[in-house]
């Protein structure tokens, strides 16, 4: 066997030690995995009297084994046999490595792709994908192939009353100038006619050099996750609605004992008619004004807030049946915009309040007169002129939360509030509440005495 080239670098000898030696040195120096396979396929090829081309592990004079290729070229006599071969041996060791560095690179991201629970995804400059991998047809029921052969697209499958939503987000980060990343859950139907939640999360990555931006980004089935919110959101919905049940039959307890406490008293000939009774009714008033506002929760949908203005009517109506005055035509006209809704720290103390006041025009508004009129206005007008949802800063006022303004106005064509009365530090108990009801609100309110009584209140309320 014949040696060329760098032998000291692979074998330790110098080119004269080796001229002679023979197949074993060679075959020792092959990694004992390989060596017999790498004889086999030697012997074949020299019965043959092909080329060939081998690759293997060899052993270096310091220990250290070496990938290399060796390209052998079969020399032969005047009768066909091989009587000499010729070969070049060539250190492949690094770009071996480089090659399984990047099988085990792929075989990672093939893992990963496999075991990725959603779908990862790259777009070009139109929104068409370049690439889709993950469970792509687990969570759409159609194959990748189809999306990237444009036979599906995305938008087409995108439930119709959320598509304004991402295209209006599509739209966005189109225009944005700069890398930016959005994040957006909708809901699409799937190749079975199910709707399903996802959640998309993507990025916009800015072409260099002219060339046209990329968009790259996951998309996750969050059906699941949606189902058990809206489940929880229910089981809320009736703890809810009982508490406001249990809270309305324990008002409802209180303002029974009170009216039977009137009772007892009613029954005592020098009470009749006292003071003692008519702060027993207003007391029952106050409380059944609470009640209400349960009352209405409970018969809604779950929710915190409460629809005011058909719970002003009822409250209205009950005052006018608990205060039925003789023969007296006192109308009632309302004028309540629809949907509005507020909290319980807005309406209960809100709901006091008009309780205070429609009271005191029926008790105390047409003392001599067989006709009356009482109105209630509530609306919407944007920002309050109030201080409410502001903080001190240098001495200034400023908004520093979004706020809604509505006005309520409570009025009569009675005969009037006597100018005697202070309104801003009054004597009676009624009045006192709307003071301090007012100041609870954050609000302010106007009295106004020409032809009748008319109160005015604008208050904030915060929006969500």
């Known amino acids: 066997m014949c040696w060329l080239g760098a032998t000291r670098e692979f074998m330790g000898h110098d080119l004269k030690d080796l001229e002679s030696t023979d197949m074993g040195v060679w075959l020792d120096h092959i990694h004992p995995e390989e060596r017999n396979k790498i004889w086999k396929t030697f012997e074949k090829y020299l019965e043959t009297g092909e080329n060939f081309r081998l690759e293997y592990r060899f052993r270096k004079h310091n220990e250290n084994y070496i990938h290399i290729e060796e390209n052998v070229i079969c020399l032969k006599d005047e009768n066909g046999s091989v009587n000499r071969v010729l070969g070049i041996i060539k250190d492949i060791t690094e770009r071996k490595l480089t090659q399984e560095r990047l099988e085990d690179s792929e075989e ?10 959603g779908i990862a995804f790259q777009l070009d400059e139109n929104f068409f994908p370049e690439f889709m991998h993950g469970k792509v047809e687990e969570i759409t029921g159609y194959s990748e192939e189809k999306f990237l052969s444009g036979q599906f697209l995305w938008i087409d499958i995108i439930h119709s009353a959320d598509k304004p939503l991402v295209i209006e987000d599509i739209n966005n980060i189109q225009k944005s100038p700069y890398n930016s990343s959005r994040e957006l859950d909708f809901r699409i139907i799937h190749s079975n006619g199910r709707t399903k939640w996802v959640h998309q999360c993507y990025y916009k990555i800015q072409g260099k050099d002219g060339k046209p931006e990329k968009y790259q980004g996951v998309i996750y089935d969050i059906t699941e996750k949606k189902n058990t919110e809206e489940a929880l959101e229910k089981i809320e919905a009736i703890r809810n609605k009982e508490i406001h049940h249990r809270i309305k039959n324990n008002l409802q307890v209180i303002s029974s004992l009170l009216d039977l406490q009137a009772e007892k008293f009613n029954d005592r000939e020098c009470i009749k008619n006292s003071e003692v009774l008519t702060a027993f009714r207003e007391s029952q008033d106050r409380v059944m004004s609470i009640a209400l506002i349960h009352e209405e929760l409970h018969e809604g949908e779950g929710r915190d807030t409460l629809n005011f203005s058909p719970y002003l009517e009822k409250l209205v109506e009950n005052l006018f049946q608990t205060y039925r005055l003789g023969d007296k035509e006192i109308s009632l006209i309302m004028n309540l915009e629809e949907d509005i809704f507020f909290d319980m720290d807005t309406a209960v103390p809100l709901g006091m309040i008009v309780n205070e006041l429609v009271s005191n025009s029926l008790k105390y508004a047409f003392p001599d007169r067989k006709t009356g009129e009482i109105r209630i206005n509530l609306f919407r007008e944007g920002k309050a002129g109030n201080s409410s949802g502001t903080d001190e800063k240098d001495g200034e006022k400023e908004l520093t939360e979004k706020c809604t303004g ?26 006192q509440l709307v003071t301090i009801l007012v100041e609870q609100l954050d609000s302010e309110i106007e009295l106004k005495r020409n032809k009748g009584t008319r109160f005015k209140i604008r208050f904030n309320v915060k929006q969500d």
């Open 406 to 431: 509505y006005t309520l106005i409570i009025s009569d064509n009675g005969i009037g509030i006597p100018e005697k009365i202070d309104f801003e530090n009054p004597d009676t108990l009624g009045l």
């Open 108 to 117: 990672k991201y093939r893992s990963f792709i496999q075991n990725f629970d």
